[in-house]
């Protein structure tokens, strides 16, 4: 009985060191994305946010590493906004806030970097459910705060689905 006994422990022993060690915490991780048809939907709706109050933007939609995914330029907009949306935006995934939050860092050193900053209203990140997913930037308009209100309008158009993610 007791080499039955011992034997079985033996095998046990040799079945627990067989199975593979469970990590503390995953080795991969699982990055959750808005979809080439979403980023769209939000420029498209910046846009006509714009246009209802008679301004011509451009827009910018970045994912959560600063990547473009969507760039649009409405048709009188002036050709430097294309690029300052892209800075708005690229500037507001990387710090996780709106632009206008971050306007007081304009004189911070982080201005001479030369790393595609823009410290101005006109941005949003684009966040649900806990994640962040990556930012939309405006420009056009006479005023930052214009600019950033349809960045706003744009994200809320998808803003209940995204939640449900």
Do not use: H, W
């Amino acid at each position: 009985m007791k080499n039955i006994v011992k034997t079985l422990f033996v095998a046990g022993l040799s079945i627990a060191a067989a199975l593979p060690v469970q990590a503390e915490e995953p080795m991969t991780a699982n990055v959750a994305r808005i979809t080439a048809d979403t980023a769209n939907t939000i420029a498209v709706n910046a846009i006509k946010a714009c246009r209802e109050k008679g301004i011509s933007i451009s827009v910018t939609v970045v994912d959560r590493n600063g990547i473009v995914q969507v760039q649009m330029r409405d048709t009188v907009a002036p050709p430097v906004s294309l690029g300052i949306s892209k800075k708005k935006a690229y500037t507001a995934v990387m710090f996780n806030v709106k632009g206008s939050q971050l306007e007081g860092r304009s004189n911070s050193p982080l201005t001479t970097l030369g790393e595609g900053l823009a410290f101005m209203a006109g941005s949003t990140p684009i966040a649900a459910g806990g994640k962040l997913y990556g930012a939309v930037g405006v420009s056009g308009a006479p005023d930052g705060m214009d600019d950033e209100a349809c960045a706003i309008a744009g994200l809320e158009s998808v803003s209940d689905d995204l939640e449900m993610q």
